[in-house]
């Protein structure tokens, strides 16, 4: 027997845009051995508070989505908006009924929530004030913003400083400002952390085309000094990209110390641990508990570079003896991706 199916669509809370909204309802169905879901011929406009009420709907699973119209713009300028998008399930000749559901902006502090605390600056690393600062709960699974959980945003203060209290941990996030972003991985984001972060205008992702000449980075290394990567120009440098916080990491960094050693006579290749952590002390911390003793130590100082590195960790790059990009990915073999390199690599 057809059944009955009530939305209730009640005042939103300020600061989430909801009128006009759209609902949708599609039904769950298997397509060529596929699941899917169609139109069931519902689509309504609400233009205010109430309920919505749909007759006639077959048993079944369905996909409710009802969203704020022109939502485009509210989603590229990540701001809140309506966004309510669920499987419901429809029973036979019943009332079915559902409230909508808000995002979140979360603006409270629970006792494990993390601080993260940073300052922005200029290409000529002054800092700038009255600059807003968001930030963004990420799925860095499916690189899609997190749309039902926002943070008010932040302005700079005369120094450039900027502070988000109350952020929930064992999420991934994006730190951002205009066109320049951090991204914080869940693995670094554990109960109670303080986080601290230095936000570079202009910064761009690092460019990782094989075939074309590698990017130039400026290199803290571990006994003080500061170098280029186009230093080793004439040898072949392996290039690992880490953080303290990175399980994998954990395991990748004594297995590339390994390799190094076994090639040490090899004196035309160079390995370098290149470690991304946003603050310094915590890797010369991290490296004094280890005797990874074959490798060359640097840290990657966002102040002194163009580039940042939004990838996958470990993530190595290995560039050969003129300086041009031969292999780039996480957890590379890097001892078969040498012998292509070096053909007389045993």
Known sequence: MPSTFEYTLPEPPENIPTFPANLLLMIKTISNGQETFLSWGVNETINEPGSVKIEGLAAGTYKLSVTKSNYQQYR????????????????????????????????????????????????????LTDMTVGLTPYIFETKEQMLDLYYPRIITDPNGKFEFVGVRPNTTYMVNCDYSSILLLKELMKENASISLDLVLGSLTIPTE????????????????????????????????????????EKRVPELNLLASQLSERDDIVFIELCIDFDRSVWEQTLDKHNWDHLHHGWLDLKKNSYVINKPLPYSIIIDKNGILRAVNMNLDIKTELKKIHEDLN
């Not at 998008?85 to 429809?90: K, N, Q």
């Not at 000094?225 to 990209?241: E, M, Q, R």
């Open 210 to 249: 094989v075939g074309a000449p590698a990017p130039e980075l400026i290199i803290d290394w571990k006994d003080g000094d500061s170098g280029k990567l186009s230093d080793f120009i004439g040898k072949t440098a392996v290039v690992n990209c880490w953080a303290s916080w990175c399980q994998a990491c």
């Open 76 to 127: 590229k300028d990540q701001n809140p908006f309506l966004l309510d998008e669920r499987l419901i399930e429809i029973k036979n000749d019943s009332d079915n009924h559902v409230n909508a559901v808000f995002p979140e902006i979360d603006t409270t502090v629970e006792p494990n929530d993390i601080i993260i605390r940073g300052t922005l600056y200029d290409n000529n690393i002054k800092p």
